[in-house]
């Protein structure tokens, strides 16, 4: 089965971005992790969907604003891999909702127990409505899909927390604010809450993405452990290789791996596979690979060298060819040593070293 053409990150849900802007270092820290999510989703993908709720109440989209993220994923105005999604018209009307909203549960850092809305987190929402309704990213309205809820079961730390949580009748809620007012009122401890409201909002944005004809994936080692996974879902490791590559790659590198990976892209799409993702990898993580002065020099001279040998054994009277003959393997060395290219099959070696703490999972809707 075919992947989609785009993706809904699970890791930028508001509430995990929040998570891991509290528990990093510094707010730099958090960025690079999660703009390596977004860069490897742009290699898998064509394009990324973000909800309203994700953008206007993320720590990460507020902090680096459109321009900062434009700049982190190597894009540009007329190529900006984001879409924006929502259940109002419009984003701007999405804002004014949760603004006049008074039970409207805020993620974002900056307004936990702020009076009012602080004036840089306006201008950070300003910024992206301008780039919504001036074009440059795209907005699309969320219609009424027919995907389940695909709830599985939920995180109960013992089976009366799974009575508590099955009499709140969370799968039939179809509404974040509904939900987590629903959450907000079982009588269990705020970290079994918690987890609640993940399991609940995974399932949520599988449904969003399901409707939206997007694959919704988690690169969390342990994020999905109790979403429902279905026959035609995918899980495909990431190299440790390809998740430094994403995390420290400048953005020009990005722009240009982007680029010169449609065709391994495309066959990635039509048939998600740990081979392919490889080749995905391949393609992206050696298109600016450049050997230095030094090193071409040396190792043109060391060829030379070995190949001007070859010829000196083949002159008549050795016997080359003869599996007998000791200079027939030199000569085979030689050509060897000459030929095969042992910087990219390196590589291609690291690239199986999978990261223990990454993987892609795709959960797909039943598309054909």
């Known amino acids: ?52 709720a ?4 993320g720590a990460y989209f507020l902090t680096l604003g459109p321009d900062g993220v434009m700049r982190e994923l190597g894009a540009t105005p007329g190529r900006y891999p984001l879409t924006i999604t929502g259940v109002h018209p419009t984003l701007r009307e999405g ?32 910024e992206w409505l301008r780039f919504v309704e001036t074009g ?8 009424g899909g027919d995907a389940p809820l695909r709830t599985g079961t939920p995180p109960a730390s013992s089976p009366e927390a799974l009575r508590v949580i099955a009499d709140a009748r969370l799968d039939e809620v179809r509404f974040r604010s509904v939900a987590w007012q629903r959450i907000e009122a079982l009588p269990l401890a705020e970290a079994d809450r918690e987890a609640v409201r993940r399991w609940w909002g995974d399932a949520y944005l599988r449904m969003i993405a399901e409707n939206a004809g997007a694959d919704w994936v988690t690169f969390g080692a342990e994020a ?41 892209r495309h066959r990635l799409r039509e048939r998600p596979t740990w081979s392919r993702m490889r080749g995905l990898a391949f393609a992206a ?24 040998c070859v010829v000196a054994l083949a002159v008549p009277g050795l016997g080359l060819g003869s599996v007998d003959n000791v200079w027939t393997w030199v000569a085979f060395v030689g050509a060897i040593a000459t030929t095969v290219p042992f910087d990219s099959l390196g590589a291609l070696r690291e690239l199986l070293v999978r990261d223990p703490q990454a993987r892609f999972v795709l959960h797909r809707g039943a598309r054909s």
């Open 54 to 57: 994700m953008l206007l109440d």
């Open 95 to 126: 804002l004014d909702a949760r603004l006049a909203n008074d039970a409207f549960h805020w993620s974002l850092p900056a307004l936990r127990g702020a009076v009012g809305i602080p004036a840089e987190v306006r201008r950070g929402w300003d």
């Open 1 to 52: 089965m075919s992947a989609a053409a785009r993706v809904l990150i699970a890791e930028l849900d508001a509430p995990a971005q929040a998570a891991l802007f509290d528990g990093a270092a510094d707010a730099r820290e958090a960025i690079t992790e999660l703009t390596g999510m977004l860069r490897i989703g742009m290699l898998v993908s064509s394009e990324i969907l973000v909800t309203d």
């Open 285 to 308: 993580t050696r298109v600016t690979a450049v050997s230095s002065r030094g090193f071409v020099l040396l190792t043109s001279i060391a060829k030379l060298v070995i190949a001007l």
């Open 136 to 143: 440059i990213i795209r907005y699309e309205q969320q219609t």
């Open 224 to 264: 999905d452990g109790h979403l429902a996974r279905a026959a035609h879902d995918v899980e495909l490791p990431l190299s440790t290789t390809l998740v430094a590559w994403a995390r420290e790659s400048t953005p020009a590198t990005i722009a240009v791996a982007w680029d010169a990976s449609h065709r391994q």
